[in-house]
């Protein structure tokens, strides 16, 4: 769970201390026996670990501690030691690089891989860097074939860079089935962390955007009179009426100036193309094909296509309803600083802000806010035939934006077989079941990503507010699971392309380009530049492994 | 010891035989073929000639530091007591070629490559590729203009900072208290500034600013919303923290003029202004011009403001070259094509800088 959400819930008192006294007893108990050692303390859990790991230190108890990430870390040893012998590891070394972000990240895995490392005989060296770090250093270890870590933690996206260049190494039949990674949400599924049908990534965070949309601008009088819209809008084009339909009322909450749906119009260093990319998906990613971004043959772009180009004239078309100075407002400012504080009923958003909406401070929008999947659309554009469908059923494609954090290791292990088992086994480690249980439970800078995170009775067990939790996590799972998902390509330099597409969108909402066609198409050419630059051919056989086909 | 020549300046006077000048001579050309040598190889190694097995570019380094042992060496075996002189200049003159010298011509070399870091195939040389694609580049050129009306702004601030100056050069009351007061926006981060004013107090719902516009009748205050006010406020924002450096040099300059010429002035019966267009200013200009260029330099490096506040928007309104640059370079990780335009840019200051200096040489002198 990220910190911000775990220490909000706290304050809001979405946490109940109902379980506190007896996780406190269980672990007073478990100390006043002196400890067992290692391996007799995790293997006599058994099935009971999941409920015993979350009461380390006890929801409400605080933030963890080193002693409690190198208990849970100890208590959920027991499939390392199915696979791995006690010492046989002795002698080796390894190398991890990572984030220490809030000082969780690597700070985590230290503690959760402390007992490892005594169980084992291994020893690991760390490389902590900064997130603003983390890209540079990492292409540039790429780019200079300096890579000097074994195990590394990597979002997808740069799945191309690394394993697209034979730098990862893939994972051992044995790892899959420790870490149980049928467990893993529809989305995180192969082909993501999969290049050529090879599997090279352990999962350890999901991501993806949800609509967030405000209720009572579906009860209150005035405004459903001016809308006609009493329930929230499930596709872009009800969004877009309501939008402007509802310009000129009076929030409810606020009595300010009422807003319909917020686009950010200013760039986030390349983050910003995924807002886009929501009202699109649910245009152009067509349920046959898995390509919505790029023609898998070609390389070239479809962001000028009918669809995206629709996205785009969306946004242009509703700038005139959007608060004033919005053409200054990124995404950040977007959530936090309009919807989050009462201005604006609708946004698409990662997991956080719905979270937030309900126990930040700075929240005015309490318990009005409601969830569900990214918005549809009555008609889908078919890439292949160049023609608009009219489906049955709106096209809902929800934006699983960022593909959330995983553990690789890398090729360098390869060649020395023990080496190579000792880095898989401590990536597994981490990328456990029920270790992941504990880490989307309190503050780790990760989500939920397992099917059996969705489990609400343990979280209900552990002294959560089972009404908020199901909120919380409820609409992220159906995106997860969704069955035509967009997914991002996971090609190198997948940034580069959404950064000058923001640069480009910047011009065209600013009015500098004449059309969407032509904001679209200078999008396309720019776009077209960076493929030929990175190299066209390997960039086709790369989008095609990324998509598995 | 001989008691013939210059006693005064020279400390020994030095017998140098043929033999070891011819073995420090020696040393120079023998360790500088070997330097050529390592960088041979290594180029080779580098570029597929030959396999030397180099895996870095150490060997190279320790030939050039070994070279520039022995040249500092040679100068003491050639030229004896003179030589001892150099090795106070030489050591520190090597270094700084080794520091800038070597860099720069790397990054000539990078800047004229293709290299995108995502790019399997790494670094190609492409000629005037990345000239050509500047030439064509409309984000570049945009930001190069914005980068003239940002530098004019100077004149403004430079008036603004004089003002000030003054202010607190005249007996007023409090003065010292004025004078830490007006230097505070200096001892910001620019970061802050952005964040705490471009930001919060700028924000236009809640900030406390947008409010007073509000107050004073202004329906829907927008500060970044219009190009012309997005750039505007930029200047505003990086003014306020930058007068004050103009200002605090003004003012040395302005307590270092003697007290008699005002005096004399009166005397002769200058009015106030003319006391100042005829006295105060032209004695002014030397440091003036300091202060302007000193400005006008971290004025072209303006970045951090920008793409905290506006992100270069909107619609690349308030770009600057080095936003621009930062976009280019770390979001998109084009290198090559990244290093090409800060060259460019370098020269085009020193081109500018040169020319406003011997401008302002000119100006000067004739008063004099």
């Given at each position: 769970?990220?910190?911000?959400?775990?220490?909000?819930?706290?304050?809001a008192?979405k946490?109940?201390?109902?379980?506190?006294m007896?996780?406190?007893?269980?672990?007073?108990?478990?100390?006043?026996?002196?400890?067992l050692?290692?391996?007799?303390?995790?293997?006599?859990?058994?099935g009971?670990?999941?409920?015993?790991?979350?009461?380390?230190?006890?929801?409400?108890?605080?933030?963890?501690?080193?002693?409690?990430?190198?208990k849970?870390?100890?208590?959920?040893?027991?499939?390392?030691?199915?696979?791995?012998?006690?010492?046989?590891?002795?002698?080796?070394?390894?190398?991890?690089?990572?984030?220490?972000?809030?000082?969780?990240?690597?700070?985590?895995?230290?503690?959760?891989?402390?007992?490892?490392?005594?169980?084992?005989?291994?020893?690991?060296?760390?490389?902590?860097?900064?997130?603003?770090?983390?890209?540079?250093?990492?292409?540039?270890?790429?780019?200079?074939?300096?890579?000097?870590?074994?195990?590394?933690?990597?979002?997808?996206?740069?799945?191309?860079?690394?394993?697209?260049?034979?730098?990862?190494?893939?994972?051992?039949?044995?790892?899959k089935?420790?870490?149980?990674?049928?467990?893993?949400?529809?989305?995180?599924?192969?082909?993501?962390?999969?290049w050529?049908?090879?599997?090279?990534?352990?999962?350890?965070?999901?991501?993806?955007?949800?609509?967030?949309?405000?209720?009572?601008?579906?009860?209150?009088?005035?405004?459903?009179?001016a809308?006609?819209?009493?329930?929230?809008?499930?596709?872009?084009?009800?969004?877009?009426?309501?939008?402007?339909?509802?310009?000129?009322?009076?929030?409810?909450?606020?009595?300010?100036?009422?807003?319909?749906?917020?686009?950010?119009?200013?760039?986030?260093?390349?983050?910003?193309?995924?807002?886009?990319?929501?009202?699109?998906?649910?245009?152009?990613?067509?349920?046959?094909?898995?390509?919505?971004?790029?023609d898998?043959?070609?390389?070239?772009?479809?962001?000028?296509?009918?669809?995206?180009?629709?996205?785009?004239?969306?946004?242009?078309?509703?700038?005139?309803?959007?608060?004033?100075?919005?053409?200054?407002?990124?995404?950040?400012?977007?959530?936090?600083?309009?919807?989050?504080?009462?201005?604006?009923s609708?946004?698409?958003?990662?997991?956080?802000?719905?979270?937030?909406?309900?126990?930040s401070?700075?929240?005015?929008?309490?318990?009005?806010?409601?969830?569900?999947?990214?918005?549809?659309?009555?008609?889908?554009?078919?890439a292949?035939?160049?023609e608009?469908?009219?489906?049955?059923?709106?096209?809902?494609?929800?934006?699983?934006?960022?593909?959330?954090?995983?553990?690789?290791?890398?090729?360098?292990?390869?060649g020395?077989?023990?080496?190579?088992?000792?880095?898989?086994?401590?990536a597994?480690?981490?990328?456990?079941?029920?270790?992941?249980?504990?880490?989307?439970?309190?503050?780790?800078?990760?989500?939920?990503y397992?099917?059996?995170?969705?489990?609400?009775?343990?979280?209900e067990?552990?002294g959560?507010?089972?009404?908020?939790?199901?909120?919380?996590?409820?609409?992220?799972?159906?995106?997860?699971?969704?069955p035509?998902?967009?997914?991002?390509?996971?090609?190198?330099?997948?940034?580069?392309?959404?950064s000058?597409?923001?640069?480009?969108l910047?011009?065209?909402?600013?009015?500098?380009?004449?059309?969407?066609?032509?904001?679209?198409?200078?999008?396309?050419?720019a776009?077209?530049?960076?493929?030929?630059?990175?190299?066209?051919?390997?960039?086709?056989?790369?989008?095609?492994?990324?998509?598995?086909? | 010891?001989?008691?013939?020549?210059?006693?005064?300046?020279?400390?020994?006077?030095?017998?140098?035989?043929?033999?070891?000048?011819?073995?420090?001579?020696?040393?120079?050309?023998?360790?500088?073929?070997?330097?050529?040598?390592?960088?041979?190889?290594?180029?080779?190694?580098?570029?597929?000639?030959?396999?030397?097995?180099f895996?870095?570019?150490?060997?190279?380094?320790?030939?050039?530091?070994v070279?520039a042992?022995?040249?500092?060496?040679a100068?003491?075996?050639?030229?004896?007591?003179?030589?001892?002189?150099?090795?106070?200049?030489?050591?520190?003159?090597?270094?700084?070629?080794?520091?800038?010298?070597i860099?720069?011509?790397?990054?000539?070399?990078?800047a004229?490559?293709?290299?995108?870091?995502?790019?399997?195939?790494?670094?190609?040389?492409?000629?005037?590729?990345?000239?050509?694609?500047?030439?064509?580049?409309?984000?570049?050129?945009?930001?190069?203009?914005?980068?003239?009306?940002?530098?004019?702004?100077?004149?403004?601030?430079?008036?603004?900072?004089?003002?000030?100056?003054?202010?607190?050069?005249?007996?007023?009351?409090?003065?010292?208290?004025?004078?830490?007061?007006?230097?505070?926006?200096?001892?910001?981060?620019?970061?802050?500034?952005?964040?705490?004013?471009?930001?919060?107090m700028?924000?236009?719902?809640?900030?406390?600013?947008?409010?007073?516009?509000?107050?004073?009748?202004?329906?829907?205050?927008?500060?970044?919303?219009?190009?012309?006010?997005?750039?505007?406020?930029?200047?505003?924002?990086d003014?306020?923290?930058?007068?004050?450096?103009?200002?605090?040099?003004?003012?040395?300059?302005?307590q270092?003029?003697?007290?008699?010429?005002?005096?004399a002035?009166?005397?002769?019966?200058?009015?106030?202004?003319?006391?100042f267009?005829?006295?105060?200013?032209?004695?002014?200009?030397?440091?003036?011009?300091?202060?302007?260029?000193?400005?006008?330099?971290?004025?072209?490096?303006?970045?951090?403001?920008?793409?905290?506040?506006?992100?270069?928007?909107?619609?690349?309104?308030?770009?600057?070259?080095?936003?621009?640059?930062?976009?280019?370079?770390?979001?998109?990780s084009?290198?090559g094509?990244?290093?090409?335009?800060?060259?460019?840019?370098?020269?085009?200051?020193?081109?500018a800088?040169?020319?406003?200096?011997?401008?302002?040489?000119?100006?000067?002198?004739?008063?004099?």
């Amino acid at each position: 769970m990220k910190v911000e959400i775990y220490n909000q819930m706290l304050k809001a008192g979405k946490i109940s201390r109902r379980n506190v006294m007896k996780g406190m007893a269980s672990v007073g108990a478990l100390s006043a026996m002196g400890g067992l050692p290692a391996p007799v303390r995790a293997a006599s859990h058994g099935g009971n670990v999941r409920a015993e790991i979350l009461k380390i230190p006890g929801v409400g108890m605080g933030s963890p501690t080193d002693a409690d990430w190198q208990k849970v870390g100890e208590m959920c040893l027991g499939p390392t030691m199915a696979n791995v012998a006690e010492g046989e590891f002795a002698g080796v070394e390894l190398t991890f690089m990572g984030l220490n972000n809030q000082n969780l990240h690597n700070f985590l895995f230290r503690g959760f891989l402390k007992p490892w490392e005594a169980y084992t005989g291994a020893k690991i060296n760390w490389i902590d860097l900064a997130q603003a770090d983390y890209n540079p250093r990492l292409q540039q270890s790429i780019a200079t074939g300096t890579v000097d870590f074994d195990i590394i933690e990597m979002g997808a996206p740069f799945e191309g860079d690394t394993a697209g260049r034979g730098l990862l190494d893939e994972m051992p039949d044995w790892v899959k089935d420790q870490i149980e990674a049928d467990d893993i949400v529809g989305y995180l599924q192969p082909p993501v962390g999969t290049w050529d049908g090879k599997t090279y990534r352990i999962t350890i965070d999901g991501d993806c955007h949800t609509f967030a949309y405000r209720k009572d601008y579906f009860t209150d009088p005035a405004i459903t009179a001016a809308t006609g819209m009493t329930e929230p809008p499930t596709t872009w084009q009800q969004v877009q009426a309501f939008t402007k339909a509802v310009k000129g009322q009076k929030d409810p909450l606020t009595g300010l100036d009422a807003y319909g749906f917020l686009d950010p119009l200013k760039g986030w260093g390349g983050f910003g193309f995924y807002f886009l990319e929501d009202r699109a998906s649910a245009y152009v990613k067509h349920p046959d094909s898995p390509a919505w971004l790029f023609d898998p043959e070609t390389m070239k772009p479809m962001v000028n296509n009918p669809g995206w180009v629709q996205a785009i004239q969306d946004v242009m078309d509703t700038m005139p309803d959007l608060p004033p100075d919005q053409i200054n407002a990124d995404p950040g400012t977007t959530a936090f600083q309009q919807f989050l504080a009462g201005t604006g009923s609708g946004i698409c958003w990662w997991g956080d802000v719905g979270s937030s909406a309900r126990t930040s401070d700075g929240s005015v929008v309490g318990d009005v806010v409601g969830f569900s999947i990214n918005p549809g659309s009555d008609r889908v554009y078919n890439a292949k035939t160049s023609e608009w469908e009219t489906p049955a059923e709106p096209n809902f494609a929800p934006n699983m934006a960022y593909l959330g954090w995983g553990v690789y290791v890398t090729s360098r292990v390869s060649g020395d077989e023990k080496k190579r088992k000792a880095a898989w086994s401590a990536a597994a480690h981490l990328g456990g079941k029920d270790i992941s249980l504990w880490m989307s439970a309190y503050p780790s800078g990760f989500q939920p990503y397992r099917n059996s995170h969705f489990q609400y009775d343990e979280w209900e067990e552990a002294g959560y507010d089972r009404a908020y939790i199901e909120d919380y996590l409820g609409s992220n799972a159906d995106s997860y699971n969704h069955p035509n998902a967009a997914i991002e390509p996971r090609i190198p330099g997948i940034f580069q392309y959404y950064s000058i597409a923001e640069d480009e969108l910047a011009k065209g909402f600013a009015g500098q380009y004449g059309s969407a066609q032509e904001t679209a198409d200078a999008i396309a050419a720019a776009w077209e530049k960076i493929t030929d630059q990175i190299g066209r051919d390997s960039q086709i056989a790369l989008y095609k492994a990324s998509l598995g086909m | 010891m001989s008691n013939a020549g210059d006693l005064l300046h020279v400390v020994t006077a030095d017998d140098i035989s043929d033999r070891r000048r011819f073995f420090g001579r020696a040393l120079i050309w023998g360790s500088f073929a070997a330097l050529v040598l390592v960088a041979l190889l290594q180029a080779g190694d580098k570029l597929g000639w030959a396999e030397v097995g180099f895996s870095t570019w150490r060997p190279t380094l320790y030939a050039y530091i070994v070279w520039a042992v022995c040249l500092c060496w040679a100068q003491v075996i050639i030229r004896g007591e003179q030589g001892k002189r150099v090795l106070f200049v030489l050591p520190a003159a090597l270094f700084v070629i080794s520091l800038v010298v070597i860099p720069l011509v790397f990054g000539l070399g990078i800047a004229f490559s293709d290299w995108n870091l995502s790019s399997p195939d790494g670094r190609k040389f492409n000629g005037l590729n990345n000239v050509r694609q500047m030439w064509a580049d409309p984000f570049y050129w945009n930001a190069l203009g914005n980068m003239v009306w940002y530098t004019a702004a100077i004149l403004v601030e430079y008036t603004i900072a004089f003002g000030l100056a003054l202010l607190l050069n005249a007996e007023i009351k409090a003065r010292k208290f004025f004078r830490v007061a007006f230097l505070l926006p200096l001892m910001l981060s620019p970061v802050a500034v952005s964040w705490m004013i471009g930001k919060s107090m700028l924000e236009v719902r809640f900030g406390p600013l947008a409010r007073l516009a509000r107050w004073l009748g202004w329906d829907n205050p927008s500060f970044f919303g219009s190009p012309e006010m997005a750039k505007f406020m930029i200047m505003v924002m990086d003014a306020w923290t930058f007068i004050p450096f103009m200002m605090i040099m003004i003012l040395a300059g302005l307590q270092a003029i003697p007290k008699e010429l005002h005096e004399a002035s009166r005397v002769d019966g200058a009015s106030g202004w003319r006391s100042f267009w005829e006295v105060t200013f032209p004695l002014m200009l030397p440091a003036s011009i300091t202060a302007i260029l000193i400005r006008i330099i971290f004025k072209l490096k303006l970045a951090d403001i920008i793409i905290n506040v506006t992100s270069g928007g909107p619609g690349g309104a308030t770009d600057s070259v080095t936003s621009f640059i930062f976009r280019e370079y770390r979001d998109r990780s084009n290198v090559g094509y990244g290093t090409l335009l800060a060259m460019v840019y370098l020269v085009l200051i020193v081109i500018a800088i040169t020319i406003f200096m011997k401008l302002a040489d000119r100006w000067m002198n004739p008063r004099y």
